[in-house]
């Protein structure tokens, strides 16, 4: 009769011999190290599976951020226009003699002429629509003290600006002087 050991199992205890002990252990622990393994491959199947929608949230944020980019894109005519808001607008505060910083945003600058031409003007809490009306009424006066000299500040800015030709003028002046 073989030397037979006893072995538990599942909660169940057998005979087998020595060698058969020996494969079963082998084998459960190579069970053991797989089924660790497998929890390991898990997890980090989980932290890459959280990661991909991570990313994916995050590619759908940038998807509608391009959108929005997209649909406030300004075409020509729209920087055109804004370019000629802003040179009436500095215009206009030159004339009246406003100091103008590079911290103040149009508004500001409207602001700015507006109580120079205004002293008593109350602007606080007054919307965009009321400065732009204000702002051309100042431009109005500005025209009426200056005899209608100075350009048309509140008629499409499409020529360049008074300063510009001025400049034109003296530089065209010099170079005539020089040729001569």
């Given at each position: 009769?073989?030397?037979?050991?006893?072995?538990?199992?599942?909660?169940?205890?057998?005979?087998?011999?020595?060698?058969?002990?020996?494969?079963?252990?082998?084998?459960?622990?190579?069970?053991?190290?797989?089924?660790?393994?497998?929890?390991?491959?898990?997890?980090?199947?989980?932290?890459?599976?959280?990661?991909?929608?991570?990313?994916?949230?995050?590619?759908?944020?940038?998807?509608?951020?391009?959108?929005?980019?997209?649909?406030?894109?300004?075409?020509?005519?729209?920087?055109?226009a804004a370019v000629e808001r802003r040179v009436k607008i500095l215009d206009a505060?030159?004339?009246?003699?406003?100091?103008?910083?590079?911290?103040?945003?149009?508004?500001?600058?409207?602001?700015?002429?507006?109580?120079?031409?205004?002293?008593?003007?109350?602007?606080?809490?007054?919307?965009?629509?009321?400065?732009?009306?204000?702002?051309?009424?100042?431009?109005?006066?500005?025209?009426?003290?200056?005899?209608?000299?100075?350009?048309?500040?509140?008629?499409?800015?499409?020529?360049?600006?008074?300063?510009?030709?001025?400049?034109?003028?003296?530089?065209?002046?010099?170079?005539?002087?020089?040729?001569?």
């Amino acid at each position: 009769m073989p030397d037979l050991k006893k072995y538990k199992l599942d909660g169940v205890e057998y005979e087998a011999e020595a060698p058969v002990i020996t494969a079963l252990n082998k084998a459960k622990d190579r069970n053991d190290e797989l089924e660790s393994e497998n929890k390991t491959l898990t997890l980090d199947k989980t932290k890459v599976e959280a990661e991909r929608d991570g990313f994916k949230d995050r590619i759908d944020e940038l998807e509608k951020e391009l959108e929005t980019a997209k649909s406030k894109k300004l075409d020509e005519a729209e920087i055109k226009a804004a370019v000629e808001r802003r040179v009436k607008i500095l215009d206009a505060a030159h004339v009246a003699k406003v100091e103008v910083t590079d911290s103040m945003d149009e508004v500001a600058i409207q602001k700015a002429v507006i109580i120079s031409i205004y002293p008593n003007a109350k602007l606080d809490d007054k919307d965009a629509v009321y400065i732009d009306a204000r702002f051309d009424g100042a431009i109005d006066e500005l025209e009426r003290r200056n005899d209608g000299k100075m350009r048309e500040l509140n008629s499409d800015a499409s020529d360049t600006s008074s300063l510009a030709k001025e400049a034109h003028k003296k530089m065209v002046a010099r170079l005539e002087k020089k040729e001569a």
